[in-house]
């Protein structure tokens, strides 16, 4: 396999919304390129970059996909993201190893949701995007129009790079500007906005000298870099128009990996890097996958230096030298070995089992960390058990497997409610997760809706004495206890403070008492959930010079404290979480008329073009459902973040139906 230099390389990533063509782009790009035969369709399960079995079923993108292609003389990978909402932390990884996001968007539909995401995503990488306007071809299809909306959506430096011939079925072919006499009104208001980002080029403009060609393939990268320039262009993969013009347009105007420095912490501290080949070997893993076949695969982006198959590294956990397996490139699932991989290109790695999404790869063992890297949060939960029982080691070590390669899917076992829960970014992004635990790792769960993780607390003070004697026919037990309970300050947790005086109880047994204590707090008193931010007192007691032991001051202190709290007018505490509502600007007033009855606070909304972003305050409990819920209001379209932000207490009425829920729940259980 030829080898490229790192200026000769391109890193680019293919996002937008679903439906908007992308699989089928990346096809015939590696079609144009002499890479496969054909073009494939997605209902036909035949694209190279949805080679999974779960994407062909569906008929669309689920995962990313990495593809490398030669064209002119530069070597270019390509990754495709999967362009669903349930599916957007997979976009994440592969963002960040590009240098380059071409944003595709359909002729009629125009910009979308998940359109605006990629280009904030893209944004916040700092990387630039160029637009492609697919499907010219169809009925209602105006190029005009397109970039009318795609410049009310992110400004006016969006500038047509090139026109179709016409509008509609009749779209023969693309025409750039920088190539027909005709188009001198569209060239020099391309040229107009890119010279802005070079102050020597704007001020000769001016004044009238004409730009050569090897002034503008300087200015437009560094125009697209800067965010001053964003070109758009016409695009019919149906009738073969504009892919040409697209790769031509890579070849010109892509900025390689030496175009901008990538900021890592190094050991915590801030550090901008530049590939080099002379650099200390460094790479940054963006997807990782685990082959029933292979075994763990890492995608990684060189970031400097040389790495080497076979080569002996560290990890993301730095704690020894790892020799690594075969290094490769890849097209979709076929993969390519290599001797090494230099500065700024993308390959994968295999046999490195302490490597994973967003760690790093290095000669050098320091703690390395991609400064800015952010997964979106999960939305949806299920609990979940193996319908088999022994399965559950089996079960725990799928989900980590399926969280290794995703990093958006969690699974946790709920301290508060003693359930395993798995979180998604949706409901078909969990369902298919759980496919693939029982198609791949051949366990079965059994799902339902999780329990909202309450608190118990106290509001009120109260005292208790409580003895516990025992005779068993030998050896008794016997402990007594008096304790005085009241509420400690929210967030603070347990304090325990022993006030015996004289020895009533004796000095060994008093940590008895307060693990006696500590067990309660965590079994909980009225419905099972743990007991927070309480201050005990032990103040007395009795103890018994042949009987009182261990477990007589536990199960006393224990009973006691169940008592107590009984009598200090106890409570639940609920979670609280910002929740961040992204929808048209139509479909606003239904949002807040929704999160009114569910007991939301509205902090405010803020306008991003056609989009608004409702922000509120609301308890866990009144979105359980609330992925599903939106998108019926929605049209599908509405998007939310939710992050805990505190614990309150929960309205009186509320008290005694998560009590009676709770004695409904164990009645089941036995």
Avoid at 123 to 129: K, L
Avoid at 342 to 356: E, N
Avoid at 469 to 483: D, H, L, N, P, S
Avoid at 579 to 604: A, K, Y
Wanted: aromatic share 8%.
């Amino acid at each position: 396999m030829a080898t490229y230099s790192t200026d000769q390389i391109r890193n680019l990533v293919l996002g937008g919304h679903s439906s908007t063509g992308k699989t089928v782009l990346m096809d015939a790009l590696l079609h144009k390129a002499g890479v496969i035969t054909r073009v494939g369709r997605p209902e036909e399960k035949n694209t190279v970059s949805d080679y999974e079995a779960d994407e062909k079923e569906r008929g669309h993108s689920i995962y990313s996909s990495l593809c490398h292609f030669n064209y002119n003389g530069i070597e270019i990978n390509l990754a495709d993201v999967p362009g669903g909402m349930d599916f957007f932390g997979n976009a994440v990884g592969p963002f960040h190893a590009a240098d380059m996001a071409i944003i595709a968007i359909d002729a009629v539909r125009g910009v979308e949701v998940n359109t605006r995401r990629f280009v904030k995503l893209a944004q916040d990488v700092g990387i630039p995007c160029v637009f492609v306007v697919n499907r010219m071809d169809v009925d209602h299809a105006n190029f005009n129009e397109a970039v009318a909306g795609i410049q009310e959506s992110f400004g006016v430096h969006c500038k047509p790079f090139a026109f179709a011939n016409a509008n509609g079925p009749t779209v023969a072919s693309v025409t750039t500007i920088l190539d027909d006499p005709k188009l001198s009104r569209a060239r020099s208001d391309f040229v107009e906005t890119a010279v802005e980002a070079d102050d020597e080029l704007l001020e000769r403009y001016l004044e009238g000298e004409e730009l050569t060609q090897e002034m503008l393939n300087s200015v437009i990268p560094k125009a697209m870099l800067a965010g001053k320039l964003y070109p758009v262009m016409p695009l019919s993969l149906a009738k073969d128009v504009g892919i040409d013009t697209l790769l031509d347009f890579i070849v010109r105007f892509a900025p390689p990996p030496t175009a901008r420095a990538v900021k890592v912490l190094v050991d915590n501290e801030e550090k901008l890097i530049k590939p080099a080949a002379d650099g200390a070997a460094l790479g940054f893993v963006f997807k990782t996958i685990i082959d029933p076949f292979v075994g763990r695969i890492n995608y990684f982006r060189v970031l400097s230096g040389v790495l080497p198959a076979g080569g002996t590294f560290y990890t993301a956990e730095n704690e020894r030298a790892e020799k690594s397996g075969a290094m490769f490139k890849v097209v979709g699932k076929d993969q390519h070995n290599v001797e090494h991989l230099m500065a700024g290109d993308i390959g994968a790695v295999s046999k490195m089992d302490t490597l994973g999404t967003a760690g790093f790869i290095s000669t050098e063992q320091h703690k390395y960390e991609l400064a800015g890297l952010k997964f979106p949060s999960p939305m949806v939960a299920l609990a979940i058990e193996p319908l088999a029982r022994g399965d559950e080691a089996k079960m725990f070590q799928s989900l980590r497997r399926i969280g290794d390669e995703d990093p958006t899917f969690k699974a946790d076992r709920n301290r508060q409610t003693k359930e395993l829960v798995v979180n998604g970014m949706g409901t078909l992004h969990i369902d298919l997760m759980l496919n693939k635990l029982k198609a791949k790792y051949g366990v079965k769960v059994i799902t339902r809706q999780p329990k909202v993780p309450y608190l118990e607390t106290i509001t009120g003070r109260a005292e208790t004495r409580y003895r516990h004697k025992k005779q068993t026919g030998g050896a008794g037990q016997f402990g007594e206890v008096a304790i005085k309970i009241e509420p400690n300050e929210r967030g603070k947790g347990f304090n325990f403070v022993d006030e015996i005086v004289g020895g009533v109880v004796p000095g060994q047994f008093i940590p008895s008492v307060e693990k006696g204590i500590a067990a309660v707090m965590e079994e909980g008193v009225l419905a099972g959930y743990p007991v927070v931010d309480v201050t005990v007192r032990l103040w007395d007691g009795k103890s018994h010079p042949v009987d009182s032991k261990d477990i007589a001051f536990q199960v006393a202190g224990r009973e006691a404290f169940k008592q107590a709290v009984t009598e200090a007018k106890p409570t639940f505490l609920e979670p609280i979480g910002m929740i961040e509502v992204t929808v048209p600007n139509e479909f606003m007033g239904d949002i807040i008329s929704d999160l009114n009855p569910r007991r939301g606070r509205i902090i405010g909304s803020e306008s991003q073009g056609n989009f608004q972003v409702i922000k509120a305050e609301v308890p866990y409990a009144e979105v359980a459902n609330y992925s599903n819920d939106l998108r019926s209001m929605t049209q599908g379209v509405g998007t939310y973040t939710l992050e805990f932000l505190r614990y309150e207490v929960v309205p009186s009425h509320m008290r005694d139906a998560i009590i009676a829920q709770a004695q409904k729940e164990r009645e089941a259980a036995k």
